[in-house]
């Protein structure tokens, strides 16, 4: 080792050491006024017009909790537990709407309100308030991070939660009478889509003891190639559990298109209609189906 790289390391040593030595004294300080700074960022998230979805109640217990965490992180390091903060906190105020942005914003407000507290304490020896600031910016901004990722992290599973809840609205498997099933098909069928149906067709199959199942596609303006051989392989393991599926509803423009990427037909039972195809789900079901004029 040269005696350039020796010195950085017993710099950065020193750096470490005062850093142990300083932010003790920083985390007392900001306990002991620890009012008059909650009530400054407050006010100042007030003033940028920050979590404006939340009551002044709820913002003020809020706050009190993320200072109070705040503080903790700064005197014990502990990421793991400001991210299990972190988390707890996004589970609260995401269902209130509070956005991206409005967190990152009263963490950074959080951030500047403690500096300029210690710029007053420390104003009067300009060495020592570099020395504090150096020792508080980097565990300041660490913290940022932390919280802003946590969120994010939350916000995103919530999202596909929702979005999970919203496919399984969007695709019921419904039982028409004892061992059928019809799955309306609204809307575009994409890839991720067509995989949720599949899921919750056999899960219905199974659920019902299924023998026929009526999958009708007159709402589904499309498929694409990926999506159709999709279909196939639904068909193809509903046999596998004991069901035979019946597809109705095929558009002029949608029938092309399965002629034209050279599905294999022959795996698929299809009728025009739904009306056709829950008759047809009847006979394979032993049922008789009788008309409004006698006939069968």
Sequence with gaps: MNESDTGAVEFAALDREDEEQLLPQLVAHLREHRSRLRQEWSGRIQDSHLLSSMTPQEVGAETTSVYDNYVEVLETGSVEALQHYARDLSERIIPRGVETHEVVGIVLLLRDVLARSLFEKYQDDFDLLNRVLDAYEPAANRIANTVAVSFVDERERVIRQQQDSIREL???????????????????????????????????????????????????????????????????????????????????????????????????????????????????????????????
């Design 170 to 296: 969007s695709t019921p498997v419904l039982p028409v009478r004892e061992r059928l099933l019809i799955l309306p098909i609204i809307g575009v069928l994409d890839t991720e889509r067509a995989r949720q149906l599949t899921e919750q067709l056999l899960r219905g199959i199974r659920t019902h003891r299924a023998k026929v199942v009526v999958i009708d596609i007159t709402g589904a303006p499309d498929v694409d190639e990926a999506v159709a051989n999709h279909l196939v392989r639904t068909v193809d393991a509903s046999r596998l559990m004991g069901a035979s599926v019946i597809i109705t509803g095929l558009s002029p423009e949608i029938a092309q298109t399965l002629v034209t990427i050279g599905v294999d037909l022959s795996k698929m039972n299809t009728i025009g209609d739904l009306q056709g195809g829950l008759e047809e789900a009847e006979r394979l079901l032993g049922f008789t189906v009788t008309r409004a004029d006698g006939s069968p």
